[in-house]
């Protein structure tokens, strides 16, 4: 991504942010990709749009759960030296918050490390969960599994009472029961549309002492979309997006260490083809109605 011009503050494995003054940030989202942690050398074009458009359909569509911290997607409404054509579809700007030290994990399907810990214990995140549940199954009610939010290296699972020591009951209380409900909400519109929201991550802050949405929304980096058409109990259902790039690295004998191996045009083509897939049938817009181009090999 070139300099937009703009102090950075912050690089992610996916987004960068910038001051863009008067109280907000410029967050600019690339069309890099990880796995397991690692991010590839190969980007997925359009995967950037992608994420922006969907993250601005959630911040519209459930605007009324709570407030959020995205001002404007156009780079028109951006600081004069960030209205650059390559940004066009990646940007948004958003008011600056104070991110809560948790991440706002809700489970709705028993899948991933809430299968592991159930199959052990019988229970989802310390909560006793009803015998027999298959891998898969969908949980009687949603769930949330906070986690702190490491600097480096990977999130650790933190009780409701862990997650309240280190915000506030209030605080705590309030981000369990917004998450929740944002899941909820979007679960459902998804599932109607096909796509099932196995978990999802919301990332919450605060911004003049007001609970606020921020990050991206129910994205597929965010979450586990399943095809709902193939959900079975008893397996694991393939997941939405990444299933070309992880089925393709479960081929080889990668470490899944850094670097990653090469990924094939074939894989990088397919896995746009999800991420297009899964905004259009979730928002019924087309990603060509979306600011911003792919930069695509061969296309000028
Ligand atoms: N309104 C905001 N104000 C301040 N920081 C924000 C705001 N919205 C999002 N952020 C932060 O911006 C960063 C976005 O970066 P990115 O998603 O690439 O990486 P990451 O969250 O560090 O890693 P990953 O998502 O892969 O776990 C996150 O640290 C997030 O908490
Ligand atoms: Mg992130």
Redesign the pocket.
Known sequence: MSDVGLAHL?A????D?YDAGDGC?L?VTSDRI?AFDVVMAEPIPDKGRVLTAMSAFWFEQLGDVAPH?LVSTELADLPEPARRPELAGRVML????E?LPIECIVRGYLTGSAWREYRQEGTVHGEAMPPGLPESARLPKPVFTPSTKAESGHDENISFARAADLVGVDLATRARDVSLELYRRGADWAAERGILVADTKF?L?LIDHELVV???VLTPDSSRFWPAERWVEGATPPSFDKEPLRRWLAGLSWDKTPPAPTLPSEVVVATRARYIDAYERISGRSLDDWPGRAQLPGTC
Do not use: P
């Not at 992610?12 to 987004?15: A, I, L, N, P």
């Open positions: 912050h992610g494995k996916v987004r942010l940030v967050v990880s911290h958003c008011r600056r918050a991110m990332e802050g921020a990050d991206e």
